[in-house]
């Protein structure tokens, strides 16, 4: 039997009012399990494909199924219940006096109660080993903490589909050494927008390449790094073997 849909995109389109198109007809479908990276240059419109899946946005034209839900406004609570969103900046979602509470406000927010959700929290936060750091303010904690900080609340909820925005941007080696272990053994689908192409190399089967809101590749990893002179024309740095 084939691997359920996870995500599908049909004709996606999407301008912000008043402005210039962001994205312009993408279409790719992922399957449960599948690890695809989101690469592209500036402004290629990743972090907006990303927000239009958690239905921070809607698309001007095209359909989107998240999780399994097609995306109606009427059924966000049910895809961000099943889709885990970690942003860029580990701060937009670390904005509470500790961790535990920190990773605890989603599941309270979907009606667990609290003793519940604060041991849900506590649990997520020992298995990415800040266990002892739970009642420490994210202002407390190294950014490579931060960022393993951030997975915990999107994880905690147990998603079907993780969406990242550059999960290693500002880490030093060591960090990105922890994240790429965890988000190795994580069994969720996975869409990583990143401009670390040693962290795709690692983590990621499966490779999108945006540019100017297009979808101009969607093929295995190592068919899609091993193209240098492509990677070039589409702005992307060539990585090192």
């Not at 312009?24 to 992922?30: A, E, K, N, P």
């Amino acid at each position: 039997m084939p691997a359920r849909v996870v995500v599908e995109l049909e004709g996606v389109s999407f301008a912000y009012h008043g402005g210039s198109g962001v994205l312009d007809g993408v279409s790719f479908t992922l399957h449960a399990g599948e690890r695809a990276a989101l690469l592209g240059p500036n402004g290629a419109g990743k972090s907006t494909l990303l927000h239009l899946l958690v239905g921070l946005e809607q698309p001007s034209a095209g359909s989107i199924t998240a999780a399994g839900i097609p995306m109606h406004p009427e059924r966000l609570v049910e895809v961000r219940e099943r889709v885990g969103m970690v942003f860029q900046d580990p701060d937009d979602q670390l904005f509470l006096p500790t961790l535990v509470e920190d990773v605890a406000f989603g599941p309270l927010n979907q009606g667990v109660a609290p003793a519940e959700a604060r041991r849900r929290a506590e649990e997520q936060l020992g298995l990415l080993g800040l266990g002892a750091m739970a009642e420490r303010a994210a202002h407390h904690t190294s950014g490579g903490e931060k960022r393993k900080a951030a997975l915990a609340t999107a994880l905690v909820s147990r998603p079907e589909l993780l969406l990242l925005d550059e999960p290693t941007d500002g880490l030093d080696a060591r960090g990105r050494h922890a994240i790429v272990r965890l988000l190795g053994e994580r069994p969720e689908a996975l869409i990583v927008a990143t401009h670390d192409l040693e962290v795709v190399r690692a983590v990621c089967t499966r490779t999108l390449v945006l540019d100017g809101g297009r979808l101009v590749a969607d093929g295995t990893t190592s068919e899609v790094l091993a193209d240098t002179d492509f990677l070039a024309r589409h702005g992307l740095r060539v990585p090192l073997e």
